[in-house]
């Protein structure tokens, strides 16, 4: 079983960047594919980003590729999201979650954290 636990959220300037953490419990970590979805007010949770276990491949929608980033570091049991150029329709609750493949489905992932806000002010 995996936990994850977000942070790293809060109030930007459009413009400006966060770096959002994930830390997760579980000695098999490592073979987990990780991923970022989010969820803004009224709308369905969308999928961000994702990251295969070794780092080597990822996955990101084309509404954030530019401008996020995702990392991971197994050692730490972390997975990161750096995000860039932030807007305000990047506002939104931001979930890290872990999945056995690699998918940008939502259904497909079997652990979730709690979600951290990120709100981008125009």
């Known amino acids: 079983q995996v936990q994850l636990v977000e942070s790293g959220g809060g109030l930007v300037q459009a413009g400006g960047s966060l770096r959002l953490s994930c830390a997760a419990s579980?000695?098999?970590?490592?073979?987990?594919?990780m991923g970022w979805f989010r969820q803004a007010p009224g709308k369905e949770r969308e999928f961000v980003t994702a990251?295969?276990?070794?780092?080597?491949?990822?996955y990101t929608a084309d509404s954030v590729k530019g401008r996020f980033t995702i990392s991971r570091d197994n050692a730490k049991n972390t997975v990161y999201l750096q995000m860039n150029s932030l807007k305000p329709e990047d506002t939104a609750v931001y979930y890290c979650?872990?999945?056995?493949?690699?998918?940008?489905?939502?259904?497909?992932?079997?652990?979730w954290g709690q979600g951290t806000q990120v709100t981008v002010s125009s």
């Open positions: 579980g000695r098999t970590f490592s073979s987990y594919i």
């Open positions: 979650a872990s999945a056995r493949v690699a998918t940008m489905r939502d259904v497909e992932y079997d652990y």
């Open positions: 990251i295969t276990w070794s780092g080597g491949t990822t």
